[in-house]
C-alpha cells in the first residue's frame, strides 16, 4: 500500500502576499500537489495572482492543478485540473488538457460517480465531505466506509476531502486515502500553516 500524501487546496481568497507563504509551506516538503481553488477572487486579478503560486508548486517539486477551469489549467502551465459534477464535463476536461494531463473528478459520497469516472479515466476521484467544513458548504457527507471499499476495490487512487485537519485526519489515512486535501487545516490551524503541514507531515510518515 502506497502512503497517504497531502494534497493542499490554496484558500477561495488570497493577496499579493499569498505566494510567499505558500513558498514557505511547500518548502516544508510535506505537500506533494497544489489546487489553486480562488473561487472567491475576481477574475481580472487571476493574471497578476496565478503565475507566482504556479512558479512556487514547481520550485518545490509540487503538482499544480486548477479548480473548475481547465482553459486556465493549460494557459498557465498546470498538470492538470480538478472537476466537479457541475464543472466542464470530464471528455472536456480531459481534451483541454491532453492525454498527459490529470484530471481529478469530484465524487461526493457515491461509489456510481465514482466507478463512472474511473472507467472515463480520471486520474483520481474524490470523496466528501469527511467533516464538517467552514470552507464551502458540501452537498454531501462521506464516511470512511467509502475511502475503504475504493481503496480495497480499485486501483485508481482516491482523494478524501472536507474538514480535514492535522487532529482528525487518523481514521482518514487509516481507511486507506491516497491523498487528504485540506484547505482550512492548514491555512486556517491556530498554529499557522507551516505548523500544520509539519503537523500533517509528522502524521503521514508515522505510517
Ligand atoms: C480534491 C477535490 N475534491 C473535491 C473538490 C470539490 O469540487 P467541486 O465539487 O467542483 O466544488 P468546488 O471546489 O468547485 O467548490 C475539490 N475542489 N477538490
Ligand atoms: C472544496 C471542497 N469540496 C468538498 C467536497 O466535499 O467535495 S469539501 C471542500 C472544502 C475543502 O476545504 P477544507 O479542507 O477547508 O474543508
Ligand atoms: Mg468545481
Same mark, same amino acid.
Given at each position: 500500500?502506497?502512503?497517504?500524501?497531502?494534497?493542499?487546496?490554496?484558500?477561495?481568497?488570497?493577496?499579493?502576499?499569498?505566494?510567499?507563504?505558500?513558498?514557505?509551506?511547500?518548502?516544508?516538503?510535506?505537500?506533494?500537489?497544489?489546487?489553486?481553488?480562488?473561487?472567491?477572487?475576481?477574475?481580472?486579478?487571476?493574471?497578476?495572482?496565478?503565475?507566482?503560486?504556479?512558479?512556487?508548486? $514547481?520550485?518545490?517539486? !509540487?503538482? &499544480?492543478?486548477?479548480? %473548475?477551469?481547465?482553459? /486556465? *489549467?493549460?494557459?498557465?502551465?498546470?498538470? @492538470?485540473?480538478?472537476?466537479?459534477?457541475?464543472?466542464?464535463?470530464?471528455?472536456?476536461?480531459?481534451?483541454?488538457?491532453? $492525454?498527459?494531463?490529470? !484530471?481529478? &473528478?469530484?465524487?461526493? %459520497?457515491?461509489?456510481? /460517480? *465514482?466507478?463512472?469516472?474511473?472507467?472515463? @479515466?480520471?486520474?483520481?476521484?474524490?470523496?466528501?465531505?469527511?467533516?464538517?467544513?467552514?470552507?464551502?458548504?458540501?452537498?454531501?457527507?462521506?464516511? !470512511?466506509?467509502?475511502?475503504?471499499?475504493?481503496?480495497?476495490?480499485?486501483?485508481?487512487?482516491?482523494?478524501?476531502? @472536507?474538514?480535514?485537519?492535522?487532529?482528525?485526519?487518523?481514521?482518514?489515512?487509516?481507511?486507506?486515502?491516497?491523498?487528504?486535501?485540506?484547505?482550512?487545516?492548514?491555512?486556517?490551524?491556530?498554529?499557522?500553516?507551516?505548523?500544520?503541514?509539519?503537523?500533517?507531515?509528522?502524521?503521514?510518515?508515522?505510517?
Amino acid at each position: 500500500m502506497s502512503r497517504c500524501q497531502l494534497y493542499l487546496i490554496t484558500p477561495p481568497r488570497i493577496d499579493a502576499g499569498f505566494a510567499e507563504l505558500l513558498d514557505s509551506v511547500l518548502a516544508e516538503g510535506v505537500a506533494s500537489v497544489l489546487q489553486l481553488r480562488l473561487k472567491d477572487q475576481p477574475e481580472n486579478q487571476l493574471p497578476g495572482l496565478i503565475p507566482p503560486l504556479v512558479k512556487a508548486a $514547481k520550485r518545490h517539486g !509540487v503538482t &499544480v492543478l486548477m479548480n %473548475d477551469r481547465p482553459d /486556465l *489549467a493549460v494557459h498557465y502551465g498546470m498538470d @492538470g485540473v480538478h472537476v466537479g459534477q457541475e464543472d466542464a464535463p470530464y471528455a472536456q476536461a480531459r481534451a483541454a488538457v491532453g $492525454k498527459t494531463g490529470i !484530471v481529478g &473528478v469530484t465524487c461526493h %459520497d457515491s461509489r456510481h /460517480l *465514482a466507478m463512472t469516472a474511473a472507467e472515463k @479515466g480520471a486520474d483520481y476521484v474524490a470523496f466528501g465531505a469527511m467533516y464538517p467544513t467552514a470552507t464551502k458548504s458540501p452537498k454531501a457527507s462521506a464516511s !470512511v466506509d467509502i475511502i475503504e471499499w475504493w481503496s480495497e476495490v480499485f486501483e485508481v487512487p482516491c482523494v478524501a476531502i @472536507g474538514g480535514i485537519t492535522p487532529e482528525n485526519a487518523s481514521p482518514v489515512i487509516e481507511a486507506g486515502a491516497d491523498f487528504i486535501a485540506v484547505s482550512g487545516g492548514v491555512w486556517n490551524h491556530p498554529a499557522g500553516p507551516v505548523e500544520a503541514v509539519r503537523a500533517f507531515g509528522a502524521l503521514l510518515s508515522a505510517r
